[in-house]
């Protein structure tokens, strides 16, 4: 059994290379070759927790079997933790042996920014210069990380509603990407006129205004995964001419933002267009010309995890890289 920290996956795996492998999860998923069942979520309320068990199997070339343990305890930031902790149990899918355990925190991170860096590469406008980033918590820099790697941006804003946090983190992504970082003390200086905006928070009403959306802005929503959470605001999601889900079935039964319009007959459900699979596929249109504006909501899959995690196996095995135990 191979044990793979952060530095190990950091050493051998970038965002590039899980970009890809998320698009081919996805296509994989659209075409019918995974089982996901719906994870498990178990509340934690004296901590104001969750803690989530996601299973998947990938029918492939290679076929991938595994499960994630996740956390998402935002008050962990008060601690100088991290808020989504993880642990990914990665198993031989022809024996069923556990293969490889692999640190699920940074994953969790990698694979979060990567459907989302997948996504912006498909829908954003390819002029795209001027990035928004809602929310500086624990998924932050892999967000911005993916979204530098879909379109060269030459200044991306980051809005927090604590402005010290989102200004420390402006100034050491700065120092590490060498892209300008703007830090912005409302939600509106940060969108208005940004051509790829990227909310990743744990709120419960949206995070911005439809209004201060541009033409042609490309949208992603990464951090509600629940009924009652919400981001994107709806007036934004009825405006778009395109709207694509990492899974159907996920986001249609987890992302608050995404239920409420259907739920107040604001929206019917044939305004929400497909899957990102079934885009990468070429099964379903995305952006048509650059007036459009277009969102991609990710709620997570273990198909996404699973499929990444044998990816980061396979290729720290070539490597030599992390620890076997016996």
């Known amino acids: 059994m191979l044990f793979l ?4 996956i950091i050493n051998s795996f970038t965002m590039r290379d899980a970009m890809d492998a998320c698009n081919e999860s ?20 004296k901590q104001e927790g969750q803690s989530l068990y996601m299973p998947a199997y990938v029918e492939a070339d290679k076929d991938a079997l595994g499960v994630k343990i996740v956390s998402v305890y935002p008050k962990n930031i008060e601690k100088n933790m991290p808020s989504v902790p993880a642990t990914m149990v990665t198993l031989d899918a022809e024996t069923g042996m556990v293969s490889a355990i692999l640190d699920g925190t940074y994953l969790t991170q990698l694979r979060t920014g990567a459907v989302q860096g997948a996504a912006t590469e498909l829908l954003a406008r390819e002029d795209a210069e001027i990035g928004a980033l809602i929310g500086t918590g624990g998924q932050a820099e892999g967000q911005l990380w993916a979204m530098l790697t879909a379109r060269p941006l030459k200044v991306v804003r980051i809005f927090d509603i604590d402005f010290e946090r989102a200004s420390a983190f402006a100034k050491e992504m700065e120092a590490k990407y060498g892209v300008e970082m703007i830090p912005c003390k409302e939600a ?12 990743v928070t744990t709120s419960k009403r949206p995070t911005f205004s439809a209004e201060w959306v541009k033409e042609g802005a490309h949208i992603n929503g990464v951090g509600a995964y629940t009924p009652e959470m919400c981001e994107i605001p709806k007036e934004i999601i ?22 409420q319009p259907l739920e107040e007959g604001y929206v019917t459900e044939d305004h929400y267009n497909g899957e990102l699979g079934q885009l990468a596929l070429g099964q379903i249109s995305g952006r048509q010309n650059d007036k459009e504006i277009t969102i ?31």
């Not at 920290?5 to 190990?8: I, R």
């Not at 095995?317 to 620890?323: D, F, P, S, T, V």
């Open 5 to 8: 920290t952060k530095e190990n």
């Open 26 to 45: 996805l296509r994989l998923y659209s075409e019918g070759k995974a089982s996901v069942p719906l994870r498990t979520n178990i509340n934690v309320a």
């Open 188 to 199: 509106k200086e940060c969108v208005e006129g940004a051509d790829v905006i990227t909310s």
């Open 238 to 259: 009825k405006k778009a001419s395109t709207v694509i889900f990492d899974t159907m079935d996920g986001v249609l039964k987890e992302a608050g933002d995404f239920i």
């Open 296 to 326: 991609f909501k990710t709620v997570g899959s273990a198909v996404l995890d699973v499929y990444v995690a044998n990816k980061i196996v396979e290729k720290a095995k070539k490597e030599n890289l992390g620890q076997e135990i016996n």
